[in-house]
């Protein structure tokens, strides 16, 4: 499977988050990373908003350019959606197959550190 974006083969990659682990297709060139249908909504759960890093996700103009879904054999034009956490986060989706593309950074800025260690870090330098 080649990156809907910069066409470079995708490489297989476990995302390892405290216990849950999930299998993902990255592209080493870009970053960005291709999400098959289910994937992305367990491993969202996992963690609660934090910190958003704007600077790691791309510009506007090339989060809207137009990808092609990497997984459908005649790779449709994918849809964009913001995401219904942050609107500066613009993802690509697939209507065929229901699969995702996050472009480089934009996991970082959906996913964050957890409440429970945002609160135990503040915990740690009051004492
Ligand atoms: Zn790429
Ligand atoms: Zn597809």
Redesign the pocket.
Known sequence: MD?P????TLETQPIVERNDRIIVDK?P????IWFDKNELTPLENISEPVLIEWRKIPSEYDQLTALNCPFCPEHPMMKKAEHPRDEKVIYDYCESCSGIWLDGGELEAIQKESWVSAIANLFRKLH
């Open positions: 990156c974006r910069c066409q470079t592209c060139s870009c970053q960005g």
